[in-house]
């Protein structure tokens, strides 16, 4: 699974939209502020993902937010979480939308995706710490036999 990846000139144009919506206390503003934080989260900045979660935290508690955008944000929190390489988190925001939507395919696609960076990530660590342990091996090794020799 692809995800798409926003740039910088959509990122501003929709911050504006939704400051206008907003400013002018317009009913389309959950809309405005939802299509900000899936800008946000796809993009390659790292602050504008960061940025694009505290969005999405602030926007998905307002008691006006209807439950097909709350469902949409917890979605959009876990590809934040998924691209800022927070593997658990993103999976268990994966795993409280598939409660409430278990058909959700793309909440499904993402998961599979968050599982197996889960799977790399503990592969890669493993192979870091045998590296390790590897490289303590011969040196005590080395150490020994030079000891050893006098």
Avoid at 28 to 41: F, M, T
Avoid at 94 to 102: G, H, M, S, T, V
């Amino acid at each position: 699974m692809e995800l798409p990846v926003t740039d910088r000139e959509l990122v501003m144009r929709l911050q504006k939209e939704w400051e206008a919506a907003s400013a002018g206390g317009s009913k389309d503003s959950n809309a405005e502020g939802l299509r900000l934080v899936w800008a946000l989260v796809h993009s390659r900045s790292t602050p504008d993902i960061s940025r694009g979660l505290q969005l999405a935290e602030a926007l998905v508690d307002r008691p006006d937010m209807d439950d097909t955008f709350s469902r949409e944000l917890i979605y959009l929190r876990a590809v934040g979480k998924y691209r800022s390489k927070k593997y658990l988190e993103a999976k268990k925001q994966l795993d409280e939308l598939l409660k409430i939507a278990p058909d959700s395919h793309q909440a499904m696609c993402l998961k599979k995706e968050v599982d197996d960076a889960i799977i790399k990530d503990g592969l890669i660590g493993v192979g870091v710490v045998g590296g390790v342990v590897g490289v303590a091996a011969l040196i005590i090794g080395g150490l020994l036999a030079g000891g050893s020799r006098r």
